[in-house]
């Protein structure tokens, strides 16, 4: 299924952008793992602690960090589904849009642009942005967004085809509509800042 038979096929009145991972809160979450983090490390190093303490400490340090990745794995659609007890604790929806809205008819255009080119992404998708879609108030789908390694998937986890086009028109609107600016490459960065810590 590509991307404009997914939009052909799907019944909807509403949608709801979310993104996840990307408001203050989260970053903050993060910034103060980042520094436990740096707490941790320094007292391993420098402690007269016997061994048991230090095997502890490096547990307590290590469990940081994977706190710090949790935001960006342990995500797995589906989690915006019907009964909305899924979500991710750091999950922030944009508002409600019906088809009168502006948001709809960008996303009519976005989703409708042909497949010109696939490709086969070589990295594990993490899905941090989405549009959830419903019909008379009740759950219809959902699509995932990783923009990442350029993947999609919906609800059911079937594999959607866009090319590098939609990809572009999709985080133009993100941006356009709800400021929100998608950088590719993040989770390069965090895995280079825990890298520079470990360094410490």
Partial sequence: MNNSEFWENLDFDTIKPFSICRNEKWENEQNAMLKMYEILKNEYDISPLSTQERIQIRKNRDESLIKIHSGHWQHEPPFINKEMDLLPKFCEFYGEFDK??????????????????????????????????????????????????????????????????????????????????INRDERLEIREKIREIRKI
């Fill in 100 to 181: 009168k809205f502006p948001q709809v008819s960008a996303l009519n255009l976005i989703l409708q642009t042909p497949l010109t080119q696939e490709f086969v992404s070589m990295c594990r998708p993490v899905f941090r942005d989405g549009i959830a879609f419903y019909k008379n108030q009740k759950f219809v789908d959902c699509l995932y967004i990783c923009f990442s390694c350029m993947a999609l998937t919906n609800e059911k986890l079937a594999k959607i085809k866009a090319d590098h086009t939609v990809f572009g028109l999709l985080e133009q609107w993100f941006k356009g509509f709800f400021g929100i600016i």
